[in-house]
């Protein structure tokens, strides 16, 4: 069995195999050949902590495992980060456990990869204002995959607690972009791509907000209760999701799929627009909107990315198991 702890994941894989990854898997799952199985996410009643399993198998790639951790709020006061997990991989052919792989910095870059592949395949061609909803830990993340995708000019942003819009600035100052806090209004009208990325269980940003064509990836909402945007917002927009199933069960689906203003087959997979089975954005005045749920089969091909690297680079450690 290998291990590839956590301190080795940032000098192994970045943000370009993390895309790649995450964008091959979007496509495997659209065409029928990877699949999720059912999410397990309960809220165990210590340390305000939610605790669960995301797994899944790829065919193609033959990626068979699972993501165990979740989300301690408490974390960050204590130097460690809010998010907390590990990937284990089993041989798809024999059942054993291959791999142990550490997950909190994979879980930012599956997560950035994924905004970033619905940025590069649904937004605006000629997007120049990003903006950002939320500035905790992933927000960073989110921010410097997002603009690899386009000519973005400056970023943007609003927060619930605006003590920590600070990071936001600072990362947009790391990218070369100038930074503005702004409020929703603002923000709706003027942002080409908005992403949210909050742990909000109230609706942020309002339908009526959002004027002209922009593309949205709520990126927050992976848990029953939690919402982002307003039922509104998703009811008009054009949707895409990684997997329909959660989008409608833990994503930011789910709130307009209960009220019955958007409809299972109005949720577009992703994958489909990578294989060119669907279009994708219609027009420059559309909006879009990606529900990224995060699916298991992100967190198994970066973490099989990260081992084949490990390997590669001799730095993968050999445990008999
Ligand atoms: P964090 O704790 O570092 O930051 C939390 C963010 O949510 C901050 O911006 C904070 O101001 C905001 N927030 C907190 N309470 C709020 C409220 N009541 N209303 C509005 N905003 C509020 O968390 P993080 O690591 O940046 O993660 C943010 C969210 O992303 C979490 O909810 C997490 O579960 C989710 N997440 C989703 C995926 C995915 O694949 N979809 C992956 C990782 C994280």
Redesign the pocket.
């Known amino acids: 069995m290998i291990v590839v702890p956590e301190s080795e994941i940032a000098g192994l894989i970045g943000r370009d195999a993390c895309f790649e990854a995450v964008e091959q898997v979007f496509a495997a799952m659209s065409l029928g050949d990877a699949y999720n199985f059912p999410v397990i996410r309960e809220a165990i009643g210590h340390a305000d902590a ?1 605790y669960g399993f995301k797994s899944g198998f790829d065919r193609a790639g033959l990626a068979l495992g699972l993501k165990s951790g979740g ?1 301690w ?1 408490g974390n ?1 006061a204590k130097g460690m ?3 907390q997990s590990t990937i284990f991989l089993f041989d798809a052919d024999s059942g054993k456990v291959k791999a142990i792989v550490g997950g909190n910095l994979l ?2 870059l ?2 950035a990869a ?1 905004s970033s592949v619905s940025i590069k395949h649904l937004a605006p061609k000629r997007a120049k204002v990003l903006g950002m ?7 960073a993340f989110q921010m410097r995959a997002a603009v690899e995708q386009r000519q973005f000019e400056r970023v943007i942003g609003w ?3 605006p003590e ?1 819009l600070v990071r936001l600035e600072e990362t947009a100052g790391e990218l070369g972009l100038p930074f503005q806090a702004v409020d929703l209004d603002q923000l709706g009208a003027e942002a080409d791509v908005i992403i949210s ?6 609706p ?1 940003l309002k339908d009526a907000q959002v004027t002209g064509g922009t593309h949205i990836a709520c ?5 029953k209760g ?1 919402q ?1 945007v307003e039922a509104a917002l998703i009811a008009r927009a054009t949707v895409f999701t990684d997997e329909v199933a959660q989008a409608i069960s833990i ?1 930011e689906c789910q709130h307009a799929f209960a009220a019955g203003t958007k409809a299972e087959n109005e949720i577009f997979e992703i994958g489909s627009v990578i294989n060119g089975a669907h279009q994708g954005r219609r027009s420059d005045d559309e909006v879009t909107l990606f529900d ?4 298991g089969l ?1 967190d198994l091909a970066v973490a099989s990315a990260v081992v084949d690297l490990a390997v590669e680079k001799g730095v993968a450690l050999e445990v008999v198991f």
Do not use: C, W
């Open positions: 939610l989300y709020p960050e980060t809010n998010h879980t930012a599956r997560t994924a909803i939320g500035a905790g830990h992933q927000s927060n619930f607690h920590m990325i909050t742990s909000s269980f109230d942020i990126m927050g909402t992976d848990t939690k982002e994503g990224g749920t995060g699916v992100q």
